[in-house]
């Protein structure tokens, strides 16, 4: 796109503006060159930009990414990414909804203060009772942005839920935990399968 010269007045408001500004870093000498590029009509013609090829090892892109601009993986990722610790047969039937759960808690609409306390009474209390598999509902979470300066993650209890059940006390009450199928809530409720009591 070729610049358009400035008309005699554009270029006298121009001047005005130039003598009448303060200078960013008075402290450095002055160069005749910014006087020049001060005025756009003035300026000197640009040069053609020339690209150069980068050696292959620097053009080519790195082998792995950086790990800096990583985001945590999905919360269903996480959790099909633990080892397996109980039965495969007995896994694989929990995960289809073919087992039915024996004790189920609903967080939905708790707070955190609230929800905390009331899972790892109901945990403990299960495994007490020598339940096996319980169903703990998280609920998805609600899919709107307050619009505060801060992001909130959606589904806060849905997130949390897994943590508290990998931390003591009740890590050691839990021997696995998953993703529930559709009919018993799916993405917004847990299997919890429990440890039996000796």
């Known amino acids: 796109m070729k610049r358009r010269?400035?008309?005699?007045?554009?270029e006298e408001l121009w001047r005005k503006v130039v003598s009448g500004a303060d200078r960013l870093h008075p402290e450095k000498p002055l160069d005749p060159q910014d006087l020049v590029a001060t005025s756009p009509s003035l300026q000197?013609?640009?040069?053609?930009?020339?690209?150069?090829?980068?050696?292959?090892?620097?053009?080519?892109?790195?082998?792995r990414p950086s790990s800096?601009?990583?985001?945590?993986?999905?919360?269903?990722?996480?959790?099909?990414?633990?080892?397996?610790?109980?039965?495969?047969?007995?896994?694989?039937?929990?995960t289809r909804g073919?087992?039915?759960?024996?004790?189920?808690?609903?967080?939905?609409?708790?707070?955190l203060d609230r929800a905390h306390p009331a899972l790892t009474r109901f945990v403990l209390g299960a495994q007490a009772q020598?339940?096996?598999?319980?169903?703990?509902?998280?609920?998805?979470?609600?899919?709107?942005?307050?619009?505060?300066?801060?992001?909130?993650?959606f589904?806060?209890?849905?997130?949390?839920?897994?943590?508290?059940l990998s931390l003591p006390p009740l890590s050691s009450a839990v021997l696995q935990v998953t993703q529930a199928h559709l009919r018993h809530g799916g993405g917004g409720a847990y299997y919890v399968y429990l440890r039996r009591t000796r």
């Open 98 to 111: 073919k087992l039915r759960p024996e004790g189920k808690i609903d967080l939905h609409g708790m707070t």
């Open 130 to 153: 020598g339940k096996r598999l319980i169903l703990v509902v998280t609920g998805k979470g609600k899919q709107r942005d307050d619009g505060g300066p801060i992001p909130v993650r």
């Open 155 to 164: 589904g806060v209890l849905r997130h949390q839920v897994p943590q508290w």
């Open 44 to 63: 000197a013609p640009r040069k053609k930009a020339t690209f150069h090829t980068l050696p292959k090892s620097v053009s080519q892109p790195a082998s």
């Open 68 to 94: 800096t601009a990583d985001m945590l993986p999905a919360i269903a990722d996480q959790i099909r990414g633990q080892a397996l610790k109980m039965d495969s047969k007995a896994f694989g039937q929990m």
């Open 5 to 10: 010269k400035l008309r005699p007045d554009e």
